[in-house]
């Protein structure tokens, strides 16, 4: 499943995001590309080991803790570094996957990407994200602080920037449940909890939303890895 959602950042963040990067020292992208797809990689990077960049880790990260939706959908185990990746003109990156197993600060199996757009589209031609899922190309180029998360598993590519700079940051997560299919069922369960619960006067509890949070519940333990 592909999964887009609307101001993950606060235009607050997004404007301090951008000062911070403007002062940033950058990196050719291919470096944090991997050996499989270095040749296909030609954008730049915050360097990875700057201390603006962990500065910038640190509010992304911020704001993905503190979102239910992302906790729904992802169910996260572990985060790992978060890139922040500039698209110049002419700048692209070819079909690729992902890696199955990322390096950080501790080595992790990516079950999800996903990708936050740190400015408009109005702000750049080209650029967009495509998504080759088995039925047909997703072309995915959000507003500003909003984010699209998809399995790691989906080949996918950068088209070229024709005109001005595309700014986003790139992310990868171990979920705590393996399996997509269950954590669709997870999300699926939530969201009827959040229903329940939003349909009920105030003071009052459903008795659905109860028995459905043990479901729920239920459903973490057997399936979460730990």
Do not use: C
């Not at 797809?37 to 503190?66: F, H, M, W, Y």
């Amino acid at each position: 499943m592909i999964f887009t959602l609307p101001n993950i950042l606060t235009a607050e963040e997004v404007a301090d995001i951008n000062r911070r990067i403007e002062k940033a020292p950058l990196s050719d992208g291919g470096r944090t590309a991997g050996k499989a797809n270095i040749q296909r990689k030609n954008n730049r990077e915050v360097t990875v080991s700057s201390p603006e960049r962990k500065g910038l880790d640190e509010i992304v990260r911020a704001a993905l803790e503190r979102n239910n939706d992302i906790r729904l959908i992802t169910q996260p185990k572990f985060i790992g570094n978060i890139l922040f990746s500039l698209y110049g003109e002419g700048a692209f990156y070819h079909d690729h996957s992902d890696n199955t197993l990322m390096s950080g600060p501790e080595r992790f199996r990516a079950d999800l990407s996903a990708t936050i757009f740190l400015n408009d589209p109005t702000d750049y031609d080209g650029g967009e994200l495509v998504l080759n899922t088995d039925i047909r190309p997703e072309t995915v180029k959000l507003p500003k602080g909003s984010i699209v998360l998809y399995p790691t598993t989906v080949l996918h590519r950068v088209n070229p920037v024709q005109r001005g700079e595309r700014r986003v940051a790139i992310l990868w997560l171990q979920s705590l449940v393996r399996s997509p299919e269950q954590r669709q069922a997870l999300l699926d369960i939530g969201l009827a909890i959040s229903f329940f619960i939003r349909s009920t006067p105030q003071g009052k509890e459903h008795p659905e939303a109860i028995r459905l949070e043990k479901v729920y519940g239920n459903l973490v333990r057997q399936w979460a890895e730990i």
